[in-house]
Nanobody, 127 residues
């Protein structure tokens, strides 16, 4: 069955970096658009970043643009989220999500647009 397993979360000081990974199984990885979302306590789940068929096709939330980088490795069936210059407001549970590829340039931001979700990994940024 479809599985998305996130890892790499943890506690880091403001200004530090973390690299999240999401390993996918149970579907044809190359045929899926992959996204990262996050959810802070008491808030709705929000879009962070998305990658299309290749790492050259990406989109980011304004709040993370220039600090986070999303990429994918087909051989490892893994999507990454490199997070630099972390801020306390980045503290949240981070979720990996997948949906079938539609077309080049289609990089969805809505949670309802994704079919599969991981269990999440906690990221805590201390000030």
């Amino acid at each position: 069955q479809v599985q998305l397993v996130e890892s790499g979360g943890g506690l880091v000081q403001a200004g530090g970096s973390l690299r999240l990974s999401c390993v996918a199984s149970g579907f044809t990885f190359s045929s899926y658009t992959m996204g990262w979302f996050r959810q802070a306590p008491g808030k709705e789940r929000e879009f962070v970043a998305v990658v299309g068929e290749t790492s050259a096709s990406t989109d980011y939330a304004d709040s993370v643009k220039g600090r986070f980088t999303i990429s994918r490795d087909g051989a490892k069936r893994t999507v990454f989220l490199q997070m630099d210059s972390l801020k306390p407001e980045d503290t949240a549970v981070y979720y990996c999500a997948a949906r079938s590829f539609v077309a080049s340039g289609f990089l969805p931001r809505g949670t309802f647009q994704y079919n599969f979700w991981g269990q999440g990994t906690q990221v805590t940024v201390s000030s």
